[in-house]
């Protein structure tokens, strides 16, 4: 069974950084991509970014230019640096490992790690 375990949320200001951790219990290369999902309360869960096998990022719109998701290999982690916060941005990030075949698509989820932007 994979393991994926977040760290890094909390309570910042609006404008501040947090940097959020996906520790994987196995090799991040066996994925044919990584990403982090979140979802406020009463509102649907919301891809934010994602990362594949080959190194190849997306992001959600509303979040160009300030997040930037990146893998560290050697580590199995995968980070999102969370930049310019506001508050639209609180919410629970989770962490989702996917493998993909030809007509399936398998996603492992971390617990997830809350985010607060508040002033």
């Known amino acids: 069974q994979v393991q994926l375990v977040e760290s890094g949320g909390g309570l910042v200001q609006p404008g501040g950084s947090l940097r959020l951790s996906c520790a994987a219990s196995?090799?991040?290369?066996?994925?044919?991509?990584m990403g982090w999902y979140r979802q406020a309360p009463g509102k649907q869960r919301e891809l934010v970014a994602t990362?594949?096998?080959?190194?190849?990022?997306n992001y959600v719109d509303s979040v160009k230019g300030r997040f930037t998701i990146s893998r560290d290999n050697a580590k199995n982690t995968v980070t999102l640096q969370m930049n310019s916060l506001k508050p639209e941005d609180t919410a629970a990030y989770s962490c989702n490992a996917a493998v993909r075949g030809m007509d399936y698509e398998y996603h492992y989820w971390g617990q997830g790690t809350q985010v607060t932007v508040s002033s």
């Open positions: 196995r090799s991040i290369s066996s994925f044919d991509a």
């Open positions: 990362i594949t096998r080959g190194g190849s990022t």
